[in-house]
């Protein structure tokens, strides 16, 4: 098999499962390491580009960002009002997780005249994507979008079309890490300085997310599909499947994070990996129930191989 690295177009890596599961530190870290661009969330690029207070990762707007510049550039729908509240309107109706069975259902049958035209507008997001980063010399790009709906929809679009190799990574976190992490606010910067992000899930409703988006992943991805689990990503197992994936690590590409949609720690450069344990401390009420309510997932994720009194200890 040819490299990606080797071959003319670029690889799309596309992590799959839940928020607050180190997918922000993960895609920054394989765009610094193999010469590819980190482009954050595109499910949400539309919205993005209609705000505007974004910034981008480079601090830059996104239409004075040199990557998304070229984006736009291959398509306009990026900078069409319809086309953006379209979309808008799309991901609010269908990818909150209570339309779990029929994410499933839909990508199992012809698609409506909706969703079709929503595959085309995600098919043209992502072959533009691998043009840009193709004619920016990138061998590499990583889409942390996650959405497990999104992800089966984007990969029946005809956008991956772009890309030389088009492998998933399932990123996994122990879901009382996720919920201690959904509960906390957190600053990102923007074109009118720092501002808070609004907490969207806690309690019951984050344990509902967390089910849905790991469930649905595991069934869209295809079978053979790594998983990596957040407290593993300080290890060597990214490393590992890098380069079994047939990339070797190498210089930059110029800038290489461009997240428009994506945590605020896009925005903090370089970082090491830094294992956030601190829910194990924080001594929640609703630590044991979580594990109790999740028990086969958490087992199907190595989260209980371990004593469970392990676990929980503060
Ligand atoms: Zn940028």
């Not at 979008?145 to 079309?161: D, I």
């Not at 997310?209 to 998983?227: E, H, K, L, Q």
Request: glycine share 10%.
């Amino acid at each position: 098999m040819q490299t990606p690295q080797a071959a003319g177009r670029p690889g799309l890596v596309s992590l799959v499962g839940m928020v607050r599961s180190g997918s922000t530190y993960l895609e920054g870290y394989l765009a610094d390491q193999y010469g590819g661009i980190a482009v954050g969330e595109l499910i949400g690029v539309w919205g993005a580009m209609e705000n505007s207070e974004i910034l981008c990762a480079c601090m830059n707007r996104p239409l004075e960002c040199s990557f998304w510049c070229e984006v736009v550039g291959r398509y306009e729908g990026l900078l069409d009002p319809d086309t953006r509240r379209f979309m808008q309107e799309t991901n609010r109706r269908v990818m909150p997780v209570r339309n779990y069975r029929s994410w499933l259902q839909t990508l199992r049958l012809p698609l409506n005249k909706t969703m079709q035209w929503y595959c085309t507008e995600v098919s043209r997001l992502y072959l533009a994507v691998g043009a840009a980063a193709e004619s920016a010399g990138s061998h590499l790009v990583v889409d942390s979008s996650k959405h497990p709906f999104f992800y089966g929809l984007a990969r029946a679009s005809g956008g991956f079309e772009a890309f030389e190799h088009t492998p998933a990574i399932r990123l996994v976190r122990d879901p009382r890490g996720v919920l201690y992490s959904l509960a906390r606010p957190k600053a990102q910067v923007t074109t009118q300085g720092a501002v808070t992000q609004m907490v969207a899930h806690g309690g019951i409703r984050g344990i509902r997310y967390w089910w849905a988006m790991n469930s649905a992943a595991d069934r869209v991805v295809p079978i053979g599909t790594p998983m990596i689990r957040y407290e593993d990503l300080g290890s060597d197992a990214v490393a590992y499947l890098m380069a079994r994936w047939g990339y070797r690590e190498q210089p930059a590409v110029e800038l290489t994070r461009h997240q428009l949609v994506a945590n605020p720690v896009r925005q903090q450069g370089t970082r090491t990996f830094q294992l956030d344990a601190r829910w194990q401390a924080a001594g929640l009420p609703w630590r044991t129930g979580v594990a109790t309510m999740l028990r086969p997932w958490m087992r199907r994720y190595g989260y209980l191989d371990k004593p469970q009194s392990e676990l929980d200890r503060p």
